[in-house]
Structures are given as structure tokens and as C-alpha cells.
């Protein structure tokens, strides 16, 4: 079961996290997202651990649960849904040139 594990202190590790979810069960990965440019902790990972009866427990039991003066949040992880459709630059849709769909064109001066 995979597990979101939000509000970590920049200064802690996988190995700390990984302790202290091994308390409640196995625990097969844990993966701290970094910052791309500062290569800083963003402050939240995800921990896998296989039974799902341990996962749950450690969910109860870790939730909330102070870490290095941080109040950690931790619950199963959703899915990434999938982004269809656009993007940041607008999204496909025509823009611009003043197309009017009747064959027809506007000068946008």
C-alpha cells in the first residue's frame, strides 16, 4: 500500500522516515520529493509497505504525530489522476489571427 506522508521537516531523511514506519510493519520504499533546483525536501514523500493491515495501522498511529517540531499528515496516497486536454500555454484552442470559422479572416492590428 502506498502512503503520503505530508508536513516533514527539510532536514530529515529517508533512512528516519523509513524507521519510523518500520515500527508498525515492512516497509518496501520510501521516496522524499526534492526540490528540482535547490535539491532541498519539499516536505512530503511517499512510503510503500506491503500488508495493507500494517499500513493502516501506521497510518492511525503516525498521523499527527510530531516529527522535529512538525505535525506530520499521513493517509493512503490517491492515484495520480491523468491531465488530459491543455497545458499551460493555453490549451490547443486557436488564439490569435483573428479566425472566424466562415473562411474569413480579421486583421488584429
Known amino acids: 500500500m502506498n502512503i503520503y506522508v505530508g ?5 530529515t531523511n529517508e533512512q528516519a522516515v523509513k524507521e519510523l514506519f ?3 510493519g515492512e516497509v518496501t520504499e520510501v ?8 535539491n532541498e525536501l519539499r ?6 509497505m506491503p500488508s495493507k ?17 512538525r505535525v ?10 491523468n491531465q488530459t486536454g ?12 483573428g479566425h472566424r470559422g466562415d473562411g474569413h479572416s480579421r486583421s488584429w492590428q
Open 86 to 97: 491543455g497545458n499551460r500555454r493555453g490549451g490547443g484552442g486557436h488564439r490569435g489571427g
Open 22 to 24: 518500520e515500527v508498525h
Open 53 to 69: 493491515t500494517d499500513a493502516l495501522k501506521a497510518i492511525k498511529e503516525i498521523n499527527s504525530v510530531e516529527m522535529e517540531g
Open 72 to 81: 506530520l499528515i499521513v493517509n493512503e496516497a490517491k492515484p495520480q489522476k
Open 31 to 38: 521516496k522524499l520529493l526534492k526540490d528540482h533546483y535547490t
Open 7 to 11: 508536513n516533514l521537516p527539510k532536514s
Open 43 to 48: 516536505g512530503f514523500g511517499f512510503v510503500t
